[in-house]
């Protein structure tokens, strides 16, 4: 897929310093300036990946805070890459991201949300502006300024930015994001939002959501689901697919319906033969109920995953090459999961054995969920810690 001439500006931004340096200086005086002047409103700006998607945590507190009363007064703003993509939203209540009306919207909203960066890697804020930060995921691959191949201005944001509250699901994200958000002193256990789903939907609920997402994707009744949900490779964006030949894809689907997530960032090239292509789809909850084991590498789905107490197994068919290249905070060998380097002994292990999901997994993992959000409405309201 070809990228658009936007992309190739923001590719030029980000991977060269002195465009990069120059790019932060202008906007730092702009984005000033625009705090300086313009008055606060009863608005909250949300965004999703940097305005790729309509999901993760920003929408499940977006749903939940148009429901309550409290909120009432506020006005809610999605901002979107592709806005026209998201017909969920209404016309008054999203906004191209890309465009310097965003940045006005934005500088005049008393609350931003978001799970990655909302102010396009410049790291600035007004004083009454509220900024929460969901992140997206529990990391076991490095980020920010423990990334060896990070450019200045994306190492330069996760060192300057300042979250007014920063959410995390246990000790261990917690005590990482504390490091790689040096900047920011407000982290609070609260769990993920986007796993609320995950957490309150009794048994029936389940049941009757996999029979209708089976009908959806047409899958073999007789089969058990794979989930297959690998992490980016800075290093090869082509499709995670082609590590498997057509044989063991074949071998493999006799057993499984195959499901295949590719991450976000790679381009629309996967093969669709044997697999069944769902990375477009925004609730990332769905696949998870739906599936019965999941595969998957240095990603962070594994933590979300294992809310569910159904079996994981790593593939890291490039283990050596990943950790040299991007660096792990907990060395997948360590997480007590099965793990397969090599192509043929997974397809063969996968195929002949039942797993399960090993007890000693849920250490990294906090059983603490702030399902009503009573941390971050108070953040909201009180306008701070």
């Not at 058990?224 to 995670?240: C, G, H, I, K, N």
Request: aromatic fraction near 14%.
């Amino acid at each position: 897929m070809k990228k658009s001439s936007l992309s190739n500006v923001k590719d030029r931004i980000k991977n060269s310093n002195a465009i990069g340096t120059l790019f932060l200086i202008v906007m730092t005086i702009v984005l000033r300036i625009l705090s300086f002047l313009l008055p606060k409103k009863k608005q909250i700006v949300f965004s999703s990946f940097s305005g790729r998607q309509y999901s993760d945590s920003p929408r499940t507190i977006y749903e939940l805070l148009k429901k309550d009363p409290q909120f009432k007064d506020y006005k809610m703003i999605w901002a979107f890459t592709n806005p026209d993509n998201f017909p969920e939203v209404s016309d008054q209540n999203k906004i191209n991201i890309d465009s310097f009306w965003y940045y006005i919207v934005l500088f005049s909203s008393r609350v931003w949300i978001s799970n990655a960066s909302l102010e396009r890697l410049i790291p600035v804020k007004p004083k009454k502006t509220i900024y929460i930060n969901t992140w997206h995921g529990v990391p076991i691959k490095h980020l920010g300024p423990d990334e060896k191949n990070l450019s200045f201005i994306v190492k330069n944001w996760y060192r300057r930015v300042q979250f007014d509250l920063l959410t995390a699901s246990g000790s261990y994200d917690m005590r990482v994001f504390k490091s790689i958000f040096s900047n920011t002193h407000n982290v609070k256990i609260t769990g993920l939002p986007r796993n609320r789903e995950l957490v309150i939907l009794d048994e029936k609920q389940k049941r009757l959501k996999r029979a209708h997402l089976r009908k959806k994707y047409m899958l073999d009744p007789n089969k058990p689901v794979l989930l297959y949900a690998p992490t980016f490779r800075e290093y090869d964006q082509s499709s995670q697919l082609n590590i498997f030949d057509e044989a063991d894809l074949k071998h493999l689907s006799k057993k499984y319906n195959l499901l295949f997530r590719g991450h976000y960032f790679v381009g629309d090239n996967q093969p669709k033969k044997y697999f069944i292509d769902v990375s477009n789809e925004q609730n990332l909850n769905d696949l998870m109920l739906l599936s019965d084991l999941l595969v998957s590498d240095y990603s962070s789905i594994v933590f979300d995953y294992a809310l569910l107490n159904k079996p994981i197994v790593l593939f890291c068919y490039d283990l050596e090459k990943y950790l040299n290249y991007r660096g792990v905070y907990i060395d997948p060998r360590k997480l007590g999961l099965p793990i397969f380097e090599d192509v043929s002994i997974f397809i063969e292990k996968v195929t002949t054995r039942n797993f399960e999901l090993p007890a000693q997994f849920n250490d990294y993992f906090n059983a603490y969920f702030d399902e009503d959000l009573k941390k971050i409405k108070k953040v909201i309201l009180k306008g701070g810690n």
